[in-house]
T-cell receptor
């Protein structure tokens, strides 16, 4: 089983719908992240969390919200999806001083 | 604004040659440096970490760091077609938990 698991792996949704992407990890890391990846724009940080009580906005948090339900679980929500949120979304975890370890990704299409 | 710059490529090398991938960063206080490999449609995979000036070798991979020049590179010796992927440089600042990614260099190893 993967250390960082994302669900769903693929999702097509309609404009205006609410959608949640889920992430769970077994690495025991405190730090968890949500990134999106777009062609030509690279990986951009949406939100990050250092522990259950600590949530921080990244560079592109508008239109997104997150919930850290437990040390091992970090979910990303799009309250009202729009087409320009079509992207590849990655959850990642890290320990202090280390690089991040990524989940398999969720390909989200908003039509 | 912290920036990480990479040549987007594509960089084409023949099988068995040395591939040289380069990255520059703007934040002089950066402390941790990482290289990721990403196959098309897959998640980034951490392949090298480097924290101090000089070279670090791991199998066919060598990471090189020059903090004075704000430059980090990745050498891949005896390149194989399976090394064909996009390579992402990532940088973490002092006291920061955030990774800033470059947009990646696409490497193509020609058989």
């Amino acid at each position: 089983d993967a250390d960082v698991t994302q669900t769903p792996r693929n999702r097509i949704t309609k404009t205006g719908k609410r959608i949640m992407l889920e992430c769970s990890q077994t690495k025991g890391h405190d730090r968890m992240y949500w990134y999106r990846q777009d062609p030509g724009l690279g990986l951009r940080l949406i939100y990050y969390s250092f522990d259950v009580k600590d949530i921080n906005k990244g560079e592109i948090s508008d239109g997104y919200s997150v919930s850290r339900q437990a040390q091992a679980k970090f979910s990303l929500s799009l309250e009202s999806a729009i087409p320009n949120q079509t992207a590849l979304y990655f959850c990642a975890t890290s320990d202090f001083g280390e690089g991040a370890f990524f989940g398999q990704g969720t390909r989200l299409t908003v039509v | 604004q912290k920036e990480v710059e990479q040549n987007s490529g594509p960089l084409s090398v023949p099988e068995g040659a040395i591939a040289s991938l380069n990255c520059t960063y703007s934040d002089r206080g950066s402390q941790s440096f990482f290289w990721y490999r990403q196959y098309s449609g897959k998640s980034p995979e951490l392949i090298m970490s480097i924290y101090s000036n000089g070279d670090k070798e791991d199998g066919r991979f060598t990471a090189q760091l020059n903090k004075a020049s704000q430059y980090v590179s990745l050498l891949i010796r005896d390149s194989q077609p399976s090394d064909s992927a996009t390579y992402l440089c990532a940088v973490k600042g002092a006291g920061s938990y955030q990774l800033t990614f470059g947009k990646g260099t696409k490497l193509s190893v020609i058989p």
